[in-house]
């Protein structure tokens, strides 16, 4: 178990009402908020190494640059793939992409690094 560069992972959701802009405060419409969607890029990411991180380490977000290109309406169903592709000691970046039912809807470029979480929450 090694975090390796190309290291993959696909999940699914359904836009709901509490995923909205709405919901979130970001906007008044019915539609899937752009901080829903940043979330469930940055939960992508975490998976995709869960299996090949050291059980005794953890990782942080430091960064996410993110475009959203179209709405997706409540009900659709989203589905959003992160790849790592690049290890710099512990610094790790992924390229992220969501799309629904009728194509693309956003991506990101983010990146992680990887903590000791006994050490990281003495000092935070
Ligand atoms: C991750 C963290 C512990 C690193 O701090 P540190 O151990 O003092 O290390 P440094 O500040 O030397 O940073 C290490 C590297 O990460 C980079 N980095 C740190 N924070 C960054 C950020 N927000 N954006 C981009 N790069 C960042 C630094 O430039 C440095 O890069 P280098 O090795 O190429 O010089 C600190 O940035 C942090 O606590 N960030 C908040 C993370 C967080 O709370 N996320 C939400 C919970 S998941």
């Known amino acids: 178990m090694s975090l390796d560069k190309g290291l ?25 908020a752009t901080p829903a969607m940043v979330a469930f890029m940055e939960n992508t990411a975490v998976k995709c190494i869960e299996n090949n991180l050291d059980k005794a380490l953890d990782t942080v977000g ?13 009900g659709k169903k989203v589905t959003c793939t992160a790849k790592l592709t690049e290890v710099d000691g512990k610094k790790l970046t992924f390229e992220i992409e969501a799309a629904d039912e009728d194509g693309p809807i956003g991506s990101s470029l983010h990146k992680r690094y990887v903590i000791d979480p006994i050490k990281f929450m003495e000092r935070a």
């Open 62 to 74: 430091i960064q996410i640059d993110t475009k959203h290109i179209k709405a997706t309406k409540v």
């Open 8 to 32: 993959s992972f696909t999940q699914e959701i359904t836009v709901e009402e509490n995923n909205t802009a709405i919901a979130h405060g970001s906007g008044k419409l019915p539609v899937f």
